[in-house]
């Protein structure tokens, strides 16, 4: 029988109602889940759970918490044939996409899921996400991040938080699903990470916090906001542009700034505001311009990954001539080639 090791990080998933709202209380979710009599069929894998103090929500989570999750795997690798954390929803998408670029050589499934609702919630979706997340986790050759919610297992690092009350809650609209699991599970071996050389042990990379921030382009967006925004300790800006990273390349001001930023080792990012696509800056103009004043295209990369992304090149280089190159290369399957 398969042993999986499921890490509860936090979020709703577990959370207690009382009086006060919803609460995470210690133990909560092993008493639901030895209430659960589906889980003592033999389809399902054997399970340990390792609960985290404070149990969290979601949107007090840090890279710190993410290197947690990942040294946490990393010490029981060997015991457990994989991984399921559970974890809040709301930035469920960040640490599915930092983790793998902290989890080198990953040779066996983590699978990060959650719930709208708490697992002891009458209409709940937290039982179906958990033990389909489970039987994938134990039964299925899926050795890489991904992060199972509704119906569909995405890769962790393409998806991305679309409703707040829908239960089917992401997406992964530049990439199609890695499973679905409808009537029948369905698990997509084309579309999943080809196994790591086994020889080869899984290493934690860290990932530290950087001065990163994101700033949306919009009709009548003030320059000089941007530009206060543009100033140091700024390392790395994700510029939300429009289409196929399209900006106001008419704006004279709008493009100095950007140019003087990257003149003095700003790293700016375009990555598109529509939910799905790419970015081709030279299809326009107003792209154009904006790639020569020095803007770095995003490709179809989600917002998640950009941040995971640029931490991670920011926590294992210091050149930043060498950060923009290794920028537009694919690191874990987070862009496609799309251009
Ligand atoms: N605020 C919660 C969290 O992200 C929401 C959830 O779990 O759905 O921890």
Not at 76 to 92: I, P
Not at 237 to 256: H, M, R, S, W
């Amino acid at each position: 029988m398969k042993n999986i090791c499921i890490i509860n990080t936090g979020g709703t998933i577990g959370m207690k109602p009382t009086p006060d709202g919803l609460q995470p209380v210690k133990g909560f979710l092993a008493e639901q889940m030895a209430l659960m009599p589906e889980l003592k069929d033999p389809l399902m894998p054997a399970y340990e759970i390792v609960e985290y103090t404070p149990i969290l929500d979601s949107a007090n989570m840090s890279p710190e918490n993410w290197l947690k999750i990942a040294r946490d795997i990393s010490e029981r690798f060997e015991k457990f044939d994989a991984f399921v954390v559970l974890h809040g929803t709301d930035t469920m998408a960040y640490t599915s996409s930092a983790l793998p670029f902290m989890l080198q050589n990953l040779s066996k499934p983590v699978i990060l899921t959650g719930s709208q609702l708490p697992l002891g919630h009458v209409r709940s979706d937290a039982r179906e996400n958990l033990k389909t997340a489970m039987m994938l986790a134990a039964n299925y050759d899926i050795p890489e991040v991904s992060l199972f919610f509704g119906e569909k297992l995405l890769r962790g690092c393409r998806a991305t938080k679309i409703s707040a009350s829908m239960l089917d809650a992401f997406d992964s609209p530049n990439y199609l699903p890695l499973a679905t699991a409808e009537t029948q599970i369905e698990v997509f071996q084309n579309r999943i990470i080809k196994k790591t050389d086994a020889a080869k042990p899984l290493k934690v990379e860290t990932i530290r916090p950087a001065e990163l921030a994101t700033f949306r382009l919009f009709p009548g967006m003030s320059v000089e906001v941007l530009k206060n925004v543009l100033k140091r300790p700024l390392k790395a800006l994700i510029l939300e542009t429009y289409g196929v990273g399209n900006g106001p390349a008419i704006n004279k001001k709008f493009l100095q700034a950007i140019e003087l930023a990257t003149r003095d080792n700003i790293v700016i990012v375009s990555c598109t505001q529509c939910r799905h696509g790419c970015v081709n800056q030279s299809s326009y103009a107003a792209g154009k311009v904006m790639e020569e004043a020095g803007v770095l295209s995003g490709h179809d990369i989600t917002i998640e990954a950009a941040i995971a992304k640029l931490l991670y090149l920011f926590s294992v280089q210091t050149d930043v001539a060498k950060l923009r190159q290794d920028f537009d290369k694919n690191f874990v399957g987070e862009i496609s080639e799309c251009h």
